[in-house]
């Protein structure tokens, strides 16, 4: 691990060793999210216009990122995101999942149908926590499941609000696969899709990832991470008509977990 003298603030900080410490940590993990953003491998130049910050700033600051492991030099000297972060995001995951259970429990109270909490990792959906129904017949989704975001209900609802050039990119390098044959398979389709989650506010999953399940999902706002929470079950009983009363209880249940993630009181 570096000695504290990593910690060393360039000429802007403010004067205490205290709090330029604060400031480096601050900088340190602002600059790991913008090369998060940028696809996991950036050059110090592009973090430098992104961040605003001097050359010399960011590149004491990820020499010490690159000696903790979190950040990896490239032979083309750009850099990008390290192996030890994956460890970190692991434990998070777990973490993430165990703060959700109670709020996917009062789900599955309050709607009787299996209720799950997903993320986006990568160009992939991954499932981080269920609570299953109480129904003799119900959906199980292993946690840890990955799926494609196309044909699900919490991929439309965490993509959105992402620009339809974004979209197009990730649908090309994932393809689009029917998992059966209500899956939509044309970037057209699903950016008609995600059109109607924008202006519904839920997203659905019509018999797409597997026949005679029907999922509703919505968007967590304002999450750490972008995540997603959905109720999901039989076709027959997870209709159009009970999506009226399912959806304002979804919508309700991710605003509060929204502030629990966030470390907030509600007002």
């Known amino acids: 691990m570096p000695t504290s003298s990593a910690s060393t603030t360039d000429a802007s900080a403010k004067p205490t060793a205290a709090s330029g410490g604060v400031q480096s940590l601050e900088r340190a993990f602002d600059l790991l999210e913008r090369m998060a953003d940028a696809g996991g491998e950036v050059g110090l130049s592009e973090l430098s216009a992104a961040s605003g910050l001097p050359l010399p700033t960011i590149h004491r600051l990820m020499r010490t990122l690159v000696a903790c492991g979190y950040v990896r030099q490239q032979p083309n000297r750009r850099y990008s995101l390290g192996p030890r972060l994956i460890r970190l995001g692991e434990s998070a995951s777990r973490l993430l999942g165990t703060w959700a259970r109670p709020y996917l429990a009062r789900l599955v109270e309050e709607t009787g149908e299996t209720a799950n909490m997903a993320l986006l990792d990568g160009d992939e959906i991954v499932y981080v926590a269920q609570v299953p129904s109480k129904h003799s017949m119900r959906m199980f989704t292993e946690v840890g499941r990955r799926v494609l975001p196309h044909s699900t209900g919490v991929g439309k609802a965490l993509?959105?609000?992402?620009?339809?050039?974004?979209?197009?990119?990730?649908?090309?390098?994932?393809?689009m696969p029917a998992a059966t044959e209500k899956t939509i398979t044309t970037p057209e389709g699903f950016l008609d899709a995600l059109e109607k989650v924008r202006a519904s506010g839920y997203a659905v999953d019509d018999n797409e990832q597997e026949i005679g399940v029907r999922c509703l999902a919505v968007s967590v706002p304002n999450s750490p991470t972008a995540a997603a929470i959905s109720i999901s079950g039989p076709a027959g009983r997870v209709t159009e008509a009970v999506a009226e009363s399912f959806v304002p209880i979804l919508q309700g249940v991710a605003a509060e977990l929204s502030v629990a993630l966030s470390n907030q009181t509600p007002a």
């Open 159 to 175: 993509l959105a609000y992402t620009p339809a050039d974004e979209v197009r990119a990730l649908l090309a390098r994932t393809g």
